[in-house]
């Protein structure tokens, strides 16, 4: 290992380390806060050593399981956003803006109509079906020559609020309980340790290919050319990417709602210190996915106590400014 590899590997390690440790804070303040607050003390302490009390029920059954669905669903969606904007060459495309996250939320909503009592893992398989179909569209779309990055977007939020119009259709026809237009706001609230497990497995395959396929996805981030110069077969590599895409972001959406943003500012974020490498930028926006849903969590359950504003209010609040300045400046380029 010569220095350059050492000194690189050296300061990518410092900075996924400072990353867990400011994750790690703000995973014990998500425990800490709600209505009733804990501590920090005593939340860390039942964190480490449950004691059977309502203290520790309440931190083990309620806010232990919210915050560790946060961590895998903000990694979701920040390495699905990723993914999608290497795939698409496109700094707009995230699995909000392309419209994915809203096919797989037509889909179950049409699903829990059409059968009533479908919960829990009967809702990730729509879900998979409905973003797979709106991102074969995406990705057919991209692939014209003249079609820019801001068309694309543009045509992307298009389907978006067509798709998002059909779920209010449907939902105001059928007189939808509370509880799912509560979902479709994007949130945590009523996490268990049953949605952890049924998320969980699709973000380790997803998060793992994407780490350990890192050096090809750079690779197609590139222009086709380049990669083909390489000896990269392009449409299997693309083809693993959008597989990954819908499992992340298909998952995502089945157990917390279509919550965006996430997928469109992290990536951003994160190249600011991940720069051209792409395998920091999976890493780091596994973490700052993580982290900057579950910020966003707290603010929403701190912002209007003792009411609660869902966490996908809380980040389309911070990412719509923040998407038009995107917007901007991609349109100056």
């Known amino acids: 290992m010569d220095v350059r590899t050492s000194t690189a590997l050296r300061s990518r390690l410092i900075v996924v380390a400072a990353l867990l440790g400011l994750l790690l804070i703000v995973l014990v303040a ?19 050593s449950p004691d059977g009390s309502a203290d520790s029920s309440l931190v083990w059954e309620v806010r232990l399981p919210r915050a560790v669905l946060g961590v895998l669903v903000g990694a979701n969606l920040a390495v ?7 795939l698409t060459r496109n700094g707009l495309a995230s699995p909000q803006t392309f419209g994915i996250n809203a096919g797989a939320s037509l889909a179950i909503v049409a699903c829990l109509i059409a059968i009533p009592g479908m919960r829990g893992w009967g809702t990730v398989w729509p879900a998979f079906a409905g973003a797979a179909a709106v991102g074969i569209a995406m990705w057919s779309l991209s692939l014209s020559r003249t079609m820019t990055d801001l068309k694309l977007a543009l045509a992307g939020i298009t389907i978006q609020l067509v798709l998002s119009a059909l779920v209010q259709a449907i939902l105001i026809s059928n007189n939808a309980a509370q509880d799912v237009v509560y979902w479709l706001a994007g949130s945590i609230n009523g996490a268990q340790w049953s949605k952890v497990l049924i998320v969980l497995p699709f973000s380790l395959i997803g998060t793992g290919i994407a780490i350990l396929a890192a050096r090809h996805f750079g ?22 990417a959008a597989c990954l895409i819908v499992i992340l972001a298909g998952s995502a959406v089945s157990v917390s709602g279509p919550i965006g943003f996430i997928g469109l500012l992290v990536p951003h974020m994160v190249r600011k210190i991940a720069g051209g490498d792409h395998l920091n930028l999976v890493i780091f926006s596994t973490v700052g996915g993580a982290l900057l849903l ?7 359950r701190t912002a209007a106590f003792p009411a609660e504003i869902p966490v996908g209010i809380v980040t389309a609040l911070i990412g719509a400014p923040a998407f038009l300045i ?3 400046k991609g349109r100056r380029a």
């Open 30 to 48: 998500a425990i800490s806060f709600g209505v009733a607050n804990l501590p920090l003390s005593r939340a860390l302490a039942l964190l480490l």
């Open 80 to 86: 699905a956003g990723v993914l999608i904007q290497t």
């Open 219 to 240: 690779v197609l981030a590139l222009d086709e050319t380049t990669g083909t110069s390489l000896g990269q077969n392009s449409r299997r590599v693309g083809g693993l």
């Open 294 to 300: 579950n910020v966003a969590d707290i603010l929403g």
């Open 326 to 328: 995107i917007l901007w």
